[in-house]
Every structure is written in structure tokens, then in C-alpha cells.
């Protein structure tokens, strides 16, 4: 059975930077692409992204089985550290990452997190 976690990161992105890409790298790094058919191959997932000071803070909720948290949070984290995204806008966008954790489901992100784990 599906279960939801979440991974956060405090990002510090570059002057200008885009503060949705490092949620785009995480995308690409589940997904393979922004665009693709059906649902997502790896694990069904959904990142908010909220200004905090001069980071951003990238929530990303995910669903899998238990027994594969290990790696998908391992591909969340991957994608974070690509440090840099051209989004599908040809535009650069560079981070670093300044922290970054495991999570709980917060109880204003029960909704989506019972839709990750009831997705196709």
C-alpha cells in the first residue's frame, strides 16, 4: 500500500533565478520530462515552493510503497542537487542547496497527500 512522505530543502537560488526550478528538477529526475503520458513512472508526487527570507523552501510530497522510500527519496534528492534547471522558457536558473530533510505530512497537505496515494 502507497504511503506519503515528505522531503523539504531551503534552496538558495541565484539573483533572478526562476524559485520553481529546483521543483522542475525534481520533475525531470521522477519523471524524465515536464510533459509525459499517464502517471508519473517513478512515484506520484506534488511541490509547493514558499519564500522564506532570502531561500526558498521546495516541500515535495510523494507516494510510494514503504519499500521504496529509500530510492525515491534518493531521486528527490538527486534532481535537488542538479544546482541548475533550463526550464521549458530556455531560461537558467542556478541553486545551491542549503539544508535539506525528511518530513511529515502536515495536516493542511492531507488532501493532497491522500490523492498522491490514490493516484493511477
Known sequence: ???TFVHEARVALDEGGDDRA???AVTLELCGSWDHPGPCP???HHTAVRSDGDDVVVRVLFACERADEDE???RVIEGLRRHE???PDGVRTRWSVVDHH???V???E???SAALVLAP
Open 1 to 3: 500500500m502507497r504511503t
Open 22 to 24: 529546483p521543483g522542475g
Open 42 to 44: 517513478v512515484a506520484p
Open 72 to 74: 525515491v527519496r534518493a
Open 85 to 87: 534547471l533550463v526550464g
Open 102 to 104: 525528511a518530513d511529515s
Open 106 to 108: 502536515r495536516p493542511e
Open 110 to 112: 492531507e488532501t493532497q
